[in-house]
Antibody
Framework: EVQLVESGGGLVQPGGSLRLSCVASRFTFSSYAMSWVRQAPGKGLECVSMISGTGRSTHYADSVKGRFTISRDNSKNTLYLQMDTLRAEDTARYYC?????????????????WGQGTMVSVSP | QTVVTQEPSLSVSPGGTVTLTCGLSSGSVSTSNYPSWYQQTPGQAPRTLIYSSNTRSSGVPDRFSGSFLGNKAALTITGAQADDESDYYCVLYLTSGMIFGGGTKLTVL
């Protein structure tokens, strides 16, 4: 069974940084695009970033552009999200998600397999 | 900026049928938007139900089906069960990316 395990969440002050990791198993990691989807407490879902299977293409939501950086290490089956200049509104559970396709924002793509998420809290 | 719209809340009786919809603030939803649907029960991660309008994800019972209703995508649940009580999100493929709707809270009562 495909497994995604996130880590790296925690409490950080506004303006601080945090790096999330997601270790994938039981599928060919490099063959699929991956995403980070977040959910603020009591709110809906928002895709903040996507990366292609090769890692060469990325996509960011306007809300995080210039502050967050997505990357992956296919040799370690690991996805990352570097979050800088954090704001209170970045407080959310962050889910690592396997996509259906290899390409970023591709026609026919969908969010496929979800991890359990890691909680990020930004507060003084 | 185009917004993906969903009913904030709906209710269904046990054993009944309910249809949730997913629209656009401007324009119609079509197969080119590749609608997908996700279920999230309280305290749990989302689960993928439907992708590419009407393809069920692995392990999803055929009580869940995707279609189009007028100018919107639709998710129909037949024979509703107590554990169908969840939040349901749709996603549409737009030029700006894959955009989530605000979600529908489904109550089974």
């Amino acid at each position: 069974e495909v497994q995604l395990v996130e880590s790296g969440g925690g409490l950080v002050q506004p303006g601080g940084s945090l790096r999330l990791s997601c270790v994938a198993s039981r599928f060919t990691f490099s063959s699929y695009a991956m995403s980070w989807v977040r959910q603020a407490p009591g709110k809906g879902l928002e895709c903040v970033s996507m990366i292609s299977g090769t890692g060469r293409s990325t996509h960011y939501a306007d809300s995080v552009k210039g502050r967050f950086t997505i990357s992956r290490d296919n040799s370690k089956n690991t996805l990352y999200l570097q979050m800088d200049t954090l704001r209170a509104e970045d407080t959310a559970r962050y889910y690592c998600v396997k996509q259906l396709t290899m390409i970023v924002v591709a026609p026919g793509d969908a969010f496929d397999i979800w991890g359990q998420g890691t909680m990020v809290s930004v507060s003084p | 900026q185009t917004v993906v719209t969903q009913e904030p809340s709906l209710s269904v009786s046990p054993g009944g049928t309910v249809t949730l919809t997913c629209g656009l603030s401007s324009g119609s939803v079509s197969t080119s938007n590749y609608p997908s649907w996700y279920q999230q029960t309280p305290g749990q991660a989302p689960r993928t139900l439907i992708y590419s309008s009407n393809t069920r994800s692995s392990g999803v019972p055929d009580r869940f089906s995707g279609s189009f209703l007028g100018n919107k995508a639709a998710l129909t649940i037949t024979g509703a069960q107590a554990d169908d009580e969840s939040d349901y999100y749709c996603v549409l493929y737009l030029t700006s990316g894959m955009i989530f709707g605000g979600g529908t809270k489904l109550t089974v009562l």
